[in-house]
């Protein structure tokens, strides 16, 4: 018996009847190697072009919208960092090559934009607004003291003002003296003049 000989360890068979065309949505699982560990990424979107068939050097690209911007692949076939190719939809299509689709989505947006206004709202920064906090929170404080300090006043004023009516009011009570006649006194203006003369 003869040892049968690996090539690669993908097996291409299996990855050559898969048959990606395009217009299918694939999700294509990708190894990533980080820090000495292994893991799978998923990559899924809409293969736009597939060239070179499934000869060795085959490549298929994929397409896929990420958080509203545009994202392209393009994977090997027979990679050893690809571990899985899910074929999820299939879509009949007259091209070999959908690149139409980028200057589609572009138009779409520009249509999607032109429908927009202008609103002029905009978020402070994190600084900003931290700060901001600050001096509402100091100018809040400052008003809280002042606001006592002013009610304070009040009621000393209050309080002032009340005992002086209450010190008044045990005068009034009290019997007034009877009055006694003011004597009309007369100085004599002559002998101020005989000092005078002296």
């Known amino acids: 018996m003869t040892a049968k000989e690996v090539i690669s360890p993908v097996n291409i068979t299996a990855r050559k009847e898969l048959g990606v ?3 299918d949505t694939v999700r294509v699982m990708q190894k990533i190697q980080e820090k000495g560990k292994t893991r799978l990424q998923a990559f899924e979107g809409l293969v736009l072009t597939v060239k070179h068939g499934t000869e060795p050097g085959s490549t298929f690209t994929v397409r896929k919208v990420a958080s509203g911007v545009g994202v392209e692949k393009t994977f090997p076939l027979y990679s050893p960092l690809i571990d899985k190719i899910e074929i999820i939809k299939r879509t009949k299509v007259r091209r070999a090559k959908l690149y139409y689709i980028r200057e589609k989505a572009a138009k ?3 249509r999607s934009m032109r429908k927009a206004f202008m609103v002029g709202d905009s978020i402070e920064s994190d600084i900003a607004e931290k700060n901001r906090v600050v001096k509402e929170t100091e100018a809040a404080e400052q008003a809280r003291i002042d ?3 002013r009610i304070a006043e009040v009621a000393a004023a209050e309080e002032a003002e009340k005992a002086a009516q209450e010190a008044v009011i045990p005068v009034a009570e009290e019997a007034a003296p009877e009055e006694t006649p003011i ?11 005989a000092t005078e003369d002296k």
């Open 21 to 23: 065309r395009p217009g």
């Open 108 to 110: 779409e947006i520009r």
């Open 183 to 193: 004597e009309e006194v007369v100085v004599d203006e002559a002998p101020a003049e």
């Open 147 to 149: 606001e006592e300090t």
